[in-house]
């Protein structure tokens, strides 16, 4: 069967050649740890998997959950209530909330309720890869905008040539970042609405790892700029703070007109989230503030651990405080392909190449924290054990 073209245009997607990888070698019959896949392996908050059962048992809550276009109207006022809370953001949640299966389909239909054939969409490389994919699928030109080490890994926007800025009519960007960890500042959020304002671009700000930072790193969020409002949305999600990557809830917050245009996208595609999800989410958001606290700790103790290690086998580095991925320099002048593959094939251990994320990459891989702390130790003890000079 032929098939449409534009899915040619998208690369293979990298978790799912990992995932063969790691396939064939447990089918082998090896004890392969995979560190390559942001997944936290903790149970979501106990009051939360409660909610959903208790709500599920209500026949109201299997019908189709349409009757409130833009999700139900009491998950998106806790969303304005937790935005007003953990970052000072006021939103109506009438206008300018919307709830989403999760952040990636927000990058989806964000393209589709924004993006004309052929517009330029700006990404950062290296950059979370469903944006291209999303930008591909809307037919959208994606146009890499390099985010390096020496500025800190946030887009240089003087650097974006004027005819490309010109015709580009949208932009995504994450921080804290995935694949970096790199945090975003206040003056960098104001330089974005200016260029935003200034090139008539709407901002797609990919916010799913706001809550995942370390000690001394300031909460933040893009619709805290002045103005942002006028320029873009915020994506969130309850994936990552709460542990529910499987339940698919999140938001989109922010520009009215934005919001209307990428809920009429959902209206006609599906038919919302599941009721007994958002009951669940509320209750996230609403009381378990603390476990994310916990999950933090979490992250410190093994990232931690993860440095010391690096450290023993001569990469010394000090990583921004944002999001449970380490990017990592490769040792000794190998490609990040060269160092991905030697490190499988000695001690059996998957992490994701920098280049998955883009060409600017190269030279890094990626290792997730979302690991259980034993499997975490046994995958430092293989690496000390291989590659202590
Ligand atoms: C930058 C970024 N955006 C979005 C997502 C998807 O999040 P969600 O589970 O809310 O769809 C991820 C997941 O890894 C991510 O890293």
Redesign the pocket.
């Known amino acids: 069967m032929r098939t449409a073209e534009r899915l040619t245009r998208i690369p293979p997607y990298l978790f799912m050649e990992l995932r063969k990888k790691i396939a064939q070698a447990k089918a082998d019959g090896v004890d392969v740890i995979s560190l390559a896949i ?1 997944d936290p392996v903790e149970e979501t908050p106990r009051s939360v998997i409660d909610e959903l059962c208790r709500t599920a048992y209500d026949p109201v809550n299997h019908r189709y959950p349409i009757d409130e276009e833009k999700g139900m109207l009491a998950f998106r006022r806790e969303v304005a209530r937790w935005y007003a809370d953990r970052y000072g953001v006021t939103l109506d949640p009438a206008t300018e909330v919307l709830g989403l299966i ?4 927000g ?1 989806h239909h964000f393209v589709l309720a924004r993006v004309n054939p052929g517009d330029t969409v700006l990404m950062t490389d290296p950059g ?1 890869p ?1 944006y291209r994919a999303s930008i591909l699928m809307g037919e959208g030109e994606p146009y890499n905008v390099p985010i390096l080490a020496k500025n800190d890994y946030l887009p240089d926007f003087a650097a974006i040539p004027t005819e490309v800025a010109k015709k580009a009519t949208a932009m995504f960007l ?1 921080y804290p970042n ?1 694949p970096t960890g790199a945090c975003a500042t206040r003056p960098f959020l104001a330089d974005l609405v200016r260029f935003a304002r200034d090139y008539d671009i709407a901002v797609c700000y ?1 916010n ?2 706001s809550e995942i930072l370390f000690a001394g790193q300031e909460r933040i969020s893009f619709l805290q700029a002045e103005g942002a409002k006028e320029v873009g949305v915020e994506l969130n ?1 309850l ?1 990552k703070p709460f542990n529910m ?1 499987g339940w ?1 809830i ?1 938001m989109a917050c922010g520009n009215a007109d934005l919001i209307a245009a990428i809920s009429k996208v959902k209206e006609n595609t599906d038919s919302g989230i599941f009721n007994p999800i958002q009951y669940a989410a509320i209750v996230a958001l609403r009381r378990e503030a603390a476990y994310i606290d916990r999950m933090i700790e979490i992250y410190t103790r093994r990232r931690e651990l993860v440095l010391a290690t690096l450290r023993k086998i001569g990469i010394d580095f000090e990583p921004p405080k944002g999001t449970f991925y380490l990017w990592v320099p490769v040792p000794g002048g190998m490609t990040s392909l060269e160092f991905t593959n030697r490190l499988f094939d000695k001690t059996a251990i998957v992490v994701a190449a920098g280049t998955a994320y883009g060409k600017y990459g190269e030279g890094y891989i990626r290792i997730s924290l979302t690991v259980p702390d034993e499997r975490l130790a046994e995958a430092m003890a293989r690496i000390e054990r291989e590659f202590r000079p």
Do not use: H, I, L, V
């Open positions: 942001g999760g952040s990636k389909e990058c979370y469903a994450n995935n990919d799913p790892y999600s994936s990557c698919r999140g």
